[in-house]
């Protein structure tokens, strides 16, 4: 496994504003899962895109990735007051045991 | 939809004493973890689990840790001696097989404080 690290550390919005969140990595992946995390709280999945996708939707968030820069986007659009949170990326390098290595994460302030 | 459950939600317990903490991951799911964060850190990968045995575990699972799938539903973490140190968020996650299941989905944790 290895770790995502994630860029900015910090972000704060308003609400309505689109919040874009970036991950870099290292070593060829197999796939990459990005992760919210409220305070306190589980890790909830939010969407997985595989090595040979470069864009994925899924309600308002847009992934994409980039294996040549070895990088992956996160972007929320219209976001919420309920959308503040830290997110994680996971790149995976197998689909075996799939470990997940997390990094510090995006912390995401969305003010009403 | 289906999901992950732990229990307890909380977990208060004396230096020195055995812990276990219980997972009940989905239920076809064949991957079993253990993440733990330390207030204000990062999560950390302990272990994994399939087909009864530990398939990759980090230096923080040492001796004091032990996992067991006792029966086809649980998945337990055991900890025999507590330190203050391990006072933390335990997660258990799962996940199917195959290149269609490879999310794990994750419980919403115990939190346990070694007093």
């Known amino acids: 496994s290895q770790q995502g690290e994630e860029d900015p550390q910090a972000l704060s919005i308003q609400e309505g504003e689109n919040a874009t969140m970036n991950c870099s990595y290292k070593?060829?992946?197999?796939?990459l899962q990005w992760y919210r995390q409220n305070s306190g709280r589980g890790l909830v999945h939010l969407i997985l895109?595989?090595?040979?996708?470069r864009e994925k939707h899924s309600g308002r968030l847009r992934v994409t990735l980039d294996t040549s820069k070895k990088s992956s986007s996160l972007l929320i659009t219209a976001s919420r007051a309920a959308d503040t949170a830290s997110y994680f990326c996971?790149?995976?390098?197998?689909?075996?045991?799939?470990?997940?290595?997390f990094g510090k994460g995006t912390m995401l302030l969305v003010s009403p | 939809e289906p999901e992950v459950t732990q229990t307890p939600s909380h977990q208060v317990t004396q230096m020195g004493q055995e812990v276990i903490l219980r997972c009940v991951p989905i239920s076809n799911h064949l991957y079993f973890y253990w993440y733990r964060q330390i207030l204000g850190q990062k999560v950390e990968f302990l272990v994994s689990?399939?087909?009864?045995?530990?398939?990759?575990k980090s230096e923080i699972f040492d001796d004091q840790f032990s996992v067991e799938r006792p029966d086809g539903s649980n998945f337990t973490l055991k900890i025999r001696s507590t330190k203050l140190e391990d006072s933390a968020m335990y997660f258990c996650?799962?996940?199917?097989?195959?290149?269609?299941?490879?999310?794990?989905?994750f419980g919403p944790g115990t939190r346990l404080l070694v007093l």
């Open positions: 895109i595989r090595s040979n996708e």
């Open positions: 996971a790149p995976t390098m197998n689909s075996g045991y799939s470990t997940l290595t």
């Open positions: 996650a799962s996940r199917g097989q195959g290149m269609s299941q490879e999310t794990q989905y």
């Open positions: 070593t060829s992946i197999n796939n």
């Open positions: 689990f399939y087909n009864n045995e530990i398939s990759e």
